[in-house]
């Protein structure tokens, strides 16, 4: 069964210092991995996917994550943080070896980023 | 450029009322469309899903019921709420026309339904 676990449920940083989220996650295909994040009362916002080829993947606002198939990990990260990166984050995965007509993502619970000035 | 619309944002309802939700697409023809639900700013519960008009799939049997009539247009309802529906409901499209795997899925701004 496909699954993504997030095993910090908060995550603090001080401003100008490197973040990261992490993110772990089983499938029985190839994995198809996707960051969203969430800022209050919005909608969840695309950051990036992988999908195949290189493991560092740039997205967004400075966001980048990187694949380890062997830690089947997909931990999102950026090398200074602001204080409007504060937000609700999540992960979240597709299982290329399940056939759905819709491919369905499964996400993770979300880790709350707090950055500090 | 594609946007997804969805009204009203906010909705308090008694016990026992009907309820309609609705979400349109603009920018782009025959997207996938999906409705979850996320319960006390956490994680996402998919409701429902539907690959083209009036295809709708249920992932969990509920108090509630969607419908797709018209191909950018998807609408969440339930003709007796329970208190147990209270929570924040985004309806989420994707490209079809993109390898499915692939294809991330956009999320609107979401309605915060409170039943009393």
């Known amino acids: 069964a496909q699954s993504v676990a997030q095993p910090e449920d908060q995550v603090n940083v001080a401003e100008g210092n490197p973040l990261t989220v992490k993110c772990t996650y089983s499938v029985s295909g190839n994995p198809y991995l996707f960051w969203y994040v969430q800022y209050p009362n919005r909608g969840l916002q695309f950051l990036l996917k992988?999908?195949?080829?290189?493991?560092l993947v740039k997205g967004s606002y400075g966001f980048e994550a990187e694949f380890n198939k062997s830690q089947t990990s997909f931990h999102l990260k950026k090398p200074s943080a602001l204080v409007s990166d504060s937000a609700l984050y999540f992960c979240?995965?597709?299982?290329?070896?399940?056939?759905?007509?819709?491919?369905?993502?499964?996400f993770g619970a979300g880790t709350r980023l707090a950055v500090h000035p | 450029s594609q946007t997804i619309h969805q009204w009203p944002a906010t909705l308090v309802q008694p016990v026992g009322s009907p309820l309609s939700l609705e979400c349109t697409v603009e920018?782009?023809?025959?997207?996938?469309l999906y409705w979850y639900r996320q319960a006390a700013g956490r994680g996402l519960q998919l409701l429902f899903y539907s690959v083209g008009i009036g295809q709708i799939s249920s992932e969990v049997p509920q108090n509630l019921s969607a419908s797709r009539p018209q191909d950018r247009q998807f609408i969440l309802s339930s003709k007796k709420l329970l208190l147990s529906d209270s929570g924040f409901y985004l309806c989420a499209w994707s490209a079809s026309t993109e390898f499915p795997v692939s294809a991330p899925q956009h999320f609107g701004d979401g309605t915060r339904l409170s039943i009393l």
């Open positions: 992988y999908i195949t080829g290189d493991n």
């Open positions: 979240a995965v597709r299982d290329g070896g399940f056939s759905g007509g819709y491919n369905k993502l499964i």
């Open positions: 920018g782009t023809s025959n997207p996938n």
